[in-house]
């Protein structure tokens, strides 16, 4: 019942275009209940096809999962190899549901440290998608804010090499952005954490410069489509201000321009 009363009164305002979550609490999900974390990652995955179905009903543009970070490497290889093998399986088990809803699926990281069966299928998956014009779904895998600002400095160098870039003015934000692993994606008007952590976790540093966080004390396996709906709402009711008054804010929102969603 709530579902439907808080997705009628979201979708009567502005939505944010891009919603950026980290998944944390998988583990502790499954230590709460004296089970394995890879129960708990296995639950997770149950939650990542409500989260994408409740972004397509409500039409959201974008949607960018921490799916696993540059870090998560060190973690114990058996929970490791758990993780590859459970998306693979998920992506062989979703791809034509994913097709129905008309998502679009891109992935961000540094996917050539990826085992070659996880990257085949997942380059199958967005090739096969990219055609969609539903939600966007951008799963960072194997990602770190980190090494993608130092992946861009690299590919500007080369192209400094290359002599497509002369001149120390040509740098500006816009065009560094581009060579982001983002490049092309709007940023994140919203980030969601779950779990309770509030922290970034190396994600998405650079494009996160002015996103609007919300943490909620729940673990990723036990967000529900009402949370997402909740987080939503709490974000229209914010004032985003780029630095300005809000004084200044209110009289371009007069002025019909849609200030307060960026
Ligand atoms: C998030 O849950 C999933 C990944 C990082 C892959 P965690 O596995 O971090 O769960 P906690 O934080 O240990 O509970
Ligand atoms: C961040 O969660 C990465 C993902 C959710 C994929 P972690 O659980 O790895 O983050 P830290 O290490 O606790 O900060
Ligand atoms: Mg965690």
């Known amino acids: 019942m709530m579902e439907q009363n808080i997705k009628e009164e979201i979708m ?21 209940r004296g089970l394995d974390r890879v129960y708990g990652h296995k639950q997770g995955v149950d939650t990542v096809k409500s989260i994408v179905e409740a972004c397509g009903e409500i039409g959201l543009k974008y949607l960018t999962l921490y799916t696993f970070s540059i870090e998560n490497w060190n973690r114990p290889k058996a929970e490791v190899n758990a993780l590859m093998g459970l998306m693979t399986d998920a992506i062989v088990r979703e791809t034509a549901e994913l097709m129905r809803q008309g998502v679009r699926v891109k992935v961000i990281g540094n996917t050539k440290d990826l085992p070659s069966d996880v990257w085949g299928k997942l380059n199958e998956l967005i090739e096969k998608t990219a055609p969609n014009t539903g939600v ?40 560094f952005a581009r060579y982001l692993s983002t490049a092309g994606i709007p940023d994140p008007d919203l980030l969601i954490r779950t779990s309770g952590e509030c922290r970034l976790s190396n994600f998405l540093l650079w494009q996160c410069a002015y996103t609007e966080f919300y943490f909620i004390d729940k673990f990723w396996p036990d967000f529900e489509k009402d949370d997402l709906y909740l987080a939503i709402r709490n974000f229209q009711r914010r004032e985003r201000r780029f ?12 002025d019909g321009d849609n200030a307060i969603l960026g």
């Not at 944010?16 to 998988?26: F, K, L, R, T, V």
């Not at 779904?137 to 980190?146: C, I, P, T």
């Not at 090494?147 to 500007?156: G, P, Y």
């Not at 630095?243 to 007069?254: A, E, F, L, Y």
């Open 12 to 32: 009567a305002v502005g939505l944010p275009e891009h919603i950026a979550i980290i998944m944390d609490g998988n583990g502790r999900w499954a230590e709460k």
């Open 243 to 254: 630095g300005m008054t809000g004084q200044q804010i209110k009289m371009r929102s007069d």
């Open 136 to 175: 966007t779904l951008v799963l960072a895998l194997s990602y770190g804010a980190r090494w993608e600002i130092v992946e861009a400095v690299r590919k500007l160098m080369a192209d400094c090499e290359q002599g497509k870039v002369n001149r120390s003015d040509e740098v500006t934000e816009e065009m």
